[in-house]
Structure formats: structure tokens, C-alpha cells
């Protein structure tokens, strides 16, 4: 059996995996984007992007963020894509709202195959179960794969200080001990280690009650941050969310949406209304629809730099504002390649006085959940990736895992065998030498 790691020893975000067994079935998990520059990467034998012969046997996406699953439309129609049938329709709409329309996953081209969460599938005969796991995403999955007598856990994005955490323990002791473990690193670099509770964050949105005019600038995908904001104001603030948002949220059972929630709006600005028939269409079996933000009253909206113009000529009604952010600050850092969201906050806070209150809590594993997740599936080697890779990431990393963690770059192959192969060893993994494809 042997693990390549295609893409994402030292970058977040656009992670790519490949799997291959004894006989030679290969799989890859997850095919994503940068995040930042959202080039697509293109794999010989998987894409539609050359006429060679397919590869691969499958594809598994663990969950529909565009880093995770951003370049799937690529795939050739002969391989089956394994994912959850809510984070493909996320995916399809949100790719609808960005105009990315060559990224939908359509059935006429391309093998869509639905996985339930808890059930084991086969990809010939690599076995493969997936199991929900709490991310900033929803339906986020953790996949133990099973192949030659070795188990290996791969485990996406995770944390365990949102809405799903208290799954975290038990779902890991249902996995038991594994001899490969693929996790996501994305925070040993960073400075702030520490995350509040998802939970934990209605109380700081509850400090700003006072205001009259509450905007929230929030991902549509944050399903959990969403719920928490809803319920924090609905007592207090008319609950608005936006276009894309909303066609977000009402495809999910239960989720704050203006089809379903007779509190709840969603705002359509000029600019909107304005464009192609399709979002035209989506307005109109839209409910609660308003075409103008209630300034005369106390309410909380979802906004977006493409609201900038309405925002504009209506600033001598913004009054009593605040806006939160609560997503990640990466976006809004200098270093961030498309400056819109930082103009526009700052336009925001800079020249209309709003108040500014960035309430966040990360999507991703804290140290201690990494070191909970080592703990309790006790793998032989462990390869981290959607990581950095800075001085001080690598530094925790071979403190958490020791002589167990592989630092591998891009490219480079671990061979592993099953521990009932060989007489006297309990394990023998082979790292062949770093060659970069
Ligand atoms: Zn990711
Ligand atoms: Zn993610």
C-alpha cells in the first residue's frame, strides 16, 4: 500500500492525497484549489484535460470547501466522485453565485456517488467509511480507509470546539488504532492556539446588543456560526440574510432560512436584482424577500462587498452601526491577494464609524484536539498536511508525533506494510527518497 501526497504538505487549503493498493486500485481524496490564487492542478489519468487513460478508481471529497473539493469538475466521467449529497448541492450553488459554472457537478457529466455517514463503502477493494465530523463546514467527513490490512485515518479539516465536538471522542475510539494517520495541521503555525467554544462566541455577540444596526460579514457555508448568530439576536434584531446565503441555508433541514423561518428576510440589493436571469429566478422562489434594509429599525444583516453601492448611497441612514466580522482574518490581512473585502471593511469602519467587533473561532483542530486525535487512534506514522509548514509548525509536529511523523514534501511516496506480513517487526514503513512528479 502505498500514500502520496500529491498537493498539501506545505500549503493550506487545495490538499490532494493518492492511495494505491498491492493490486494497484487507486483512489485520491479530496481535489482541491489554492485557496488563494484557486489554481487548479492538473493530474495525468484523472482529468478531462488530457485524452489519456483513467487512473483512478475513485475520488473521495471529505467536504464541499473549494480547497477540498474546488477542481472535482475536472475529473473524467469514467471515475466515481464519493461525497455527501448536501455538500454537492452547497457546492453546486455556491459555484452558481460566484459564476464558477464549469465547477458544478452535474450528473450528465460525471459520476456522482452518494456516501452515507457511518457506512462503509468499497472502491474496489479498498474499504472506506466515512464519519461526520465537526467542522466550519457542514457534513464534514473523516475517512478511515482500509486497505492490504492496513488502516489508515485521513481526517480533513476538524476541530472539536464547535456545535459537533462532543462527537469527536467517541468517533475516534469507534475508529480505534490505526497504523497511518493523515491529519490536517492547519493551526501548530499560527500564534493563537488557544480557540474559544463556537458556543462560547453568542456571548460576545451578545456585548453588542446595544446597536441598532448590526452587520455581520460571515461565510454562507458556516452553517453553525449562522444558527449562533440567529438565535443571539432573534429576540432582539429583525434576522436578514442575503441571496446566496439564504439559498444556502434553505437547503438544509432546520436552518435558518426566509422560506421556512417567518423571522427571517433576505435582502436583495439593486445591484442583484439587476443581474442575469438566474439569480433572478432564485429571488422569485425566494420568500421574505425585501429589496430595502429596514434602517428604521434594529436589525442584524449579512453583508457583502458587492452591497458596496447600495451601502454607498444609503450611508446617511446607517446609524448606531456595527459591523462584526466573523470569518477568517486572513482575507482581510495586507498579504491577501484580492483586497476587496479589506477596502471594503475598512471603508466601513473608516468612513461610515461603524463599530468593529471580529468574533471568530477557527474551523480547525487546536493542538489539543491533535493531540487528543494522536492519543486515541495511536497511529505508527503520521503525515500532516494542510499546513504551512513554517520553522514553528514543524516544531510542534515532531513534538506531538516524534519519530513517527513523516516530513515529507509534495510529491514523495510512504510504502507501507501490513504489520501481518512480517515475522518479527510490528510494522515496517519504507519512505522512498524525495522525487517530486
Ligand atoms: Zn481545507
Ligand atoms: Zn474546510
Redesign the pocket.
Same mark, same amino acid.
Given at each position: 500500500m502505498k500514500i502520496k501526497i500529491i498537493k498539501g504538505t506545505n500549503q493550506i487549503g487545495g490538499c490532494i492525497t493518492e492511495i494505491t493498493s498491492e493490486k494497484g486500485t487507486k483512489i485520491m481524496i479530496d481535489y482541491g484549489d489554492n485557496l488563494d490564487d484557486k489554481k487548479q492542478w492538473i493530474i495525468p489519468g484523472l482529468t478531462i484535460k488530457d485524452d489519456l487513460e483513467s487512473k483512478y478508481d475513485g475520488v473521495v471529497i471529505t #467536504?464541499s470547501?473549494k480547497? #477540498?473539493i474546488g477542481c472535482a469538475a475536472l475529473i473524467k466521467k469514467e471515475i466515481p466522485i464519493y461525497l455527501d449529497r448536501d455538500g454537492k448541492e452547497i457546492h453546486n450553488n455556491l459555484c452558481y453565485f460566484t459564476k464558477e459554472y464549469e465547477k458544478i457537478l452535474r450528473a450528465k457529466d460525471h459520476t456522482l456517488r452518494y456516501f452515507e455517514f457511518g457506512k462503509k463503502f468499497f472502491i474496489q477493494e479498498i474499504a472506506i467509511t466515512p464519519w461526520i465530523v465537526d467542522?466550519?463546514?457542514y457534513n464534514?467527513a473523516m475517512l478511515c480507509i482500509e486497505v492490504d490490512g492496513v488502516k489508515i485515518l485521513h481526517t480533513?479539516?476538524y476541530r472539536n470546539h464547535g456545535k459537533k465536538g462532543y462527537l469527536f471522542t467517541k468517533t475516534l475510539e469507534q475508529i480505534g488504532k490505526v497504523d497511518v494517520l493523515i491529519t490536517e495541521g492547519t493551526t501548530l503555525g499560527s500564534k493563537d492556539r488557544i480557540f474559544k467554544n463556537e458556543m462560547d462566541l453568542s456571548k460576545d455577540f451578545h456585548q453588542l446588543l446595544n446597536y441598532d444596526q448590526i452587520y455581520v460579514m460571515c461565510s454562507s457555508t458556516n452553517i453553525d456560526r449562522i444558527v449562533n448568530l440567529y438565535n443571539s439576536f432573534k429576540k432582539t434584531h429583525m434576522f436578514i440574510t442575503d441571496l446566496c446565503m439564504n439559498k444556502i441555508t434553505s437547503l438544509l433541514k432546520n436552518i435558518p432560512n426566509s422560506n421556512t423561518f417567518p423571522d427571517v428576510f433576505t435582502f436583495v440589493s439593486p445591484n442583484q436584482r439587476k443581474i442575469e436571469e438566474p439569480y433572478v429566478r432564485i429571488m422569485n422562489h425566494t420568500k421574505n424577500v425585501i429589496k430595502e434594509l429596514p434602517f428604521e429599525r434594529r436589525f442584524i444583516a449579512s453583508i457583502k462587498p458587492s452591497m458596496w453601492d447600495y451601502i454607498k448611497e444609503n450611508k446617511d441612514k446607517i446609524k448606531n452601526a456595527c459591523l462584526i466580522y466573523s470569518m477568517w482574518d486572513g482575507y482581510i490581512r495586507k498579504d491577501w491577494k484580492d483586497p476587496k473585502q479589506r477596502e471594503f471593511v475598512k471603508y466601513l469602519v473608516d468612513e461610515l464609524h461603524m463599530g468593529f467587533a471580529k468574533i471568530h473561532t477557527s474551523?480547525h483542530a487546536s493542538k489539543k484536539a491533535i493531540q487528543l486525535l494522536d492519543e486515541k487512534v495511536n497511529p505508527e506514522k503520521v503525515i500532516v498536511i494542510h499546513s504551512e509548514k513554517t520553522e514553528d509548525a514543524l516544531k510542534i509536529e515532531k513534538e506531538i508525533f516524534k519519530e513517527r511523523l513523516w516530513d515529507c514534501q509534495d510529491g514523495e511516496t510512504l510504502e507501507f506494510e501490513s504489520s501481518k506480513k512480517q515475522s518479527h517487526r510490528k510494522t515496517q514503513s519504507v519512505c522512498t527518497s524525495g522525487k517530486k512528479e
Open positions: #467536504h470547501h480547497d #477540498h467542522h466550519s463546514n464534514s480533513g479539516d474551523g
